[in-house]
């Protein structure tokens, strides 16, 4: 940073990466390592060594694969506490409507009106075959 002392003015120096072939591979949010990120916009005073940069994402895949592991351990224990009767089984529900509606238990829409206390719902109407020949 750059102290100026007549306006005693803060300036802050500018980081910027080039890619080494920018035809090639074009940058997008997120495809730029955290480390680099974090030197760009001033969050660490040094950029990253190469040797960081893969130690980390090193410890990236073993949390990956940590985590994928307990998500297959936790699955099992599920299954085991629902065959032992601990746990009950989730429901599976089927959603086919509110009670209220007039159309609900009806497989298709039916061309006579109905009624339901307060509500009504007109009849469907289905154009009529236009295949006729003049």
């Known amino acids: 940073m750059l102290v100026t002392s007549a306006i005693r003015q803060t300036i802050r120096s500018r980081r910027i990466i080039e890619a080494f072939n920018p035809k090639e591979f074009e940058y997008e949010s997120g495809n730029i390592p955290s480390e680099w990120e974090a030197w760009i916009r001033g969050r660490r005073k040094d950029p990253p060594t190469m040797e960081e940069i893969l130690r980390n994402e090193e410890y990236r895949k073993m949390i990956k694969i940590h985590a994928h592991e307990i998500e297959q351990k936790e699955e099992i224990r599920k299954k085991e506490e629902y065959e032992d009767g601990l746990v009950a089984q989730p429901v599976q529900t089927e959603v086919k409507g509110h009670a ?10 039916s061309p006579d009106p109905s009624s339901t206390a307060k509500t009504f719902q007109p009849g469907s109407w289905f154009p009529e075959n236009s295949n006729k020949k003049k």
């Open 100 to 109: 209220s509606a007039t159309y609900f238990g009806k497989d298709k829409l």
